[in-house]
């Protein structure tokens, strides 16, 4: 469904990926990891173009979208959550839900604000909060359900276990596997490989923005060198 083919990016001089290329199968939860720096947040705005390869492929549903712009990118049906939430403060959990409201595409799964809420039974509760009184985590699920309003086909999550409190985390994962049971595909930077064998078939990991393992997790946990050398645990 997505597919990076020697991607090489760049913030003006400083090479930050090098020849990245790894696929993500329709259906799939694939997890790109890395320590801090690695260039995991890189490899998403690539994805996006929101940086823009300075050579190399990225491909989605067989379309080559390398220079594209994002919103077009978006459009295409691809839900970029970033890793700093960004939701309104003064608008309540609902409204913040209706603002990112789009039409679904042919083929995508249409959400609703109730079966959102379905998902994430800590929004329900505080439906009409502003989104000032939530706490992290709660914010945290609010980025991730008003993406899904837009009804993407794929999902790329930065980060969404960091800064949460452990409970957050439980729930996070449990929605990260629903949504794969609904179909939609996704891609998640993590530096938790407790979090990453929780949710994903495959593993992706960086480091100084190269790649230096693609492979099942279960592989990941034959070998533990590869873990020791490139992750924090
Ligand atoms: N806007 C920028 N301009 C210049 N260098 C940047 C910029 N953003 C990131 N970098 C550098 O690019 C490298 C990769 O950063 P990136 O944010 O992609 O890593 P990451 O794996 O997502 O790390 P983190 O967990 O800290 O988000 C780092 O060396 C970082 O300092």
Redesign the pocket.
């Known amino acids: 469904m997505l597919e990076l083919s020697a991607v090489n990016s760049f ?1 003006g001089k ?1 090479h ?1 990926l090098n020849d990245l290329s790894f696929t993500v199968a329709r259906g799939q939860v694939v997890a790109l990891l ?1 320590r ?7 490899t998403m705005k690539s994805i996006m173009q929101l940086v823009t390869p300075r050579s190399g492929k990225v491909t989605f549903q067989g379309r080559d979208i390398t220079g594209l712009a994002t919103h077009k990118v978006a459009k295409l049906g691809l839900g970029y959550v970033p ?1 700093e939430r960004r939701i309104f403060t003064d608008l309540t959990v609902l409204e913040n839900l209706e603002v990112g409201r789009q039409p679904a595409r042919d083929g995508s799964y249409t959400w609703t604000t109730e079966m959102l809420f379905d998902l994430f039974p800590n929004l329900a509760e505080r439906r009409g909060n502003r989104g000032k009184a939530l706490s992290g985590g709660e914010q945290q699920m609010l980025t991730i359900a008003r993406t899904l309003m837009g009804n993407p086909s794929f999902v790329l999550l930065d ?1 969404p276990s960091e800064g949460i409190a452990p409970v957050i985390v439980e729930q996070m994962a449990r929605v990260i596997i629903q949504l794969k049971q609904e179909g939609l595909t996704v891609l998640l ?1 993590e ?1 938790n490989l407790h979090f990453a064998r929780a949710v994903a078939d495959m593993a992706v990991i960086i480091e100084g ?1 190269t790649q230096k393992f693609t492979g099942t997790l279960q592989e990941l946990n034959d070998h533990p060198e590869i873990r020791d050398a490139y992750l924090s645990v």
């Open positions: 913030y400083a930050v890395g801090n720096g690695a260039g995991k947040t890189t890793e980060e930077s530096q923005g």
